[in-house]
Nanobody, 121 residues
Framework: QVQLVESGGGLVQPGGSLRLSCAAS????????MGWYRQAPGKQRELVAT???????NYADAAKGRFTISRDNAKNTVYLQMNSLKPEDTAVYYC???????????????WGQGTQVTVSS
């Protein structure tokens, strides 16, 4: 069984910073894409930043210049450093990964349980 576990959310004032972590665990054969999405109340889930299957990085326009995605392949972990946070960044942040488990030959999408980020004074 493959799991994604996020951590690092919380309450922060506007202009502050947070660092999110997402660790993939379980019987993993290979990890392809891995990244972050978010969903604000009443809105659809949207991309924040992700490593693609080819290893390149995609950032949403709202994240460019403020957020940085990084990863530690040895730990199957991806990070999201968020700086200059704004109230509109308030959302539940979800980790997403495209993984082939050892039990199959087909990769599939996995999602974490989400971590709340609230930006408010």
């Amino acid at each position: 069984q493959v799991q994604l576990v996020e951590s690092g959310g919380g309450l922060v004032q506007p202009g502050g910073s947070l660092r999110l972590s997402c660790a993939a665990s379980g019987s993993i054969f290979s990890i392809y894409a891995m990244g972050w999405y978010r969903q604000a109340p009443g809105k659809q889930r949207e991309l924040v930043a992700t490593f693609t299957n080819s290893g390149s990085i995609n950032y949403a326009d709202a994240a460019k210049g403020r957020f940085t995605i990084s990863r530690d392949n040895a730990k199957n972990t991806v990070y999201l450093q968020m700086n200059s946070l704004k109230p509109e960044d308030t959302a539940v942040y979800y980790c997403n990964a495209f993984i082939t488990p050892r039990s199959t030959v087909s990769p599939r999408d996995y999602w974490g349980q989400g971590t709340q980020v609230t930006v408010s004074s």
